[in-house]
């Protein structure tokens, strides 16, 4: 019952930015703790950050200090600011809440880093 669309990847060369958003369409959103998640080919989806309901952040040790979580809850969306870019950022990143079962996965959004 809960979707969720990302949006917001592309092609990037390293060092560069994006900006990823993810919109929830479910009713109790705000009582989610929330995460971005990335699939690279061959590899296991893996969780990059998160954020609970009352804002607090945690991030995967590869992306500490590039990467910033934040959410609206007004608006049902959580954003994820990725700087300073690698090739190793290559995947397929979704949305999702962070508590278990989780949601139906959706597209994703896919985010190439490449001269």
């Known amino acids: 019952q809960v979707q969720v669309v990302e949006s917001g990847g592309g092609l990037v060369q390293p060092g560069g930015s994006l900006r990823l958003s993810c919109a929830v369409s479910g009713t109790f959103f705000r009582l989610y703790a929330m995460g971005w998640y990335r699939q690279a080919p061959g590899k296991q989806r893996e969780l990059v950050a998160g954020i609970t309901t009352g804002g607090s952040t945690n991030y995967a040790d590869s992306v500490k200090g590039r990467f910033t979580i934040s959410r609206d809850n007004a608006q049902k969306m959580v954003y994820l600011q990725m700087n300073s870019l690698k090739p190793e950022d290559t995947a397929v990143y979704y949305c999702?809440?962070?508590?278990?079962?989780?949601?139906?996965w959706g597209q994703g959004t896919q985010v190439t880093v490449s001269s």
């Open positions: 999702n809440r962070r508590a278990t079962p989780l949601w139906n």
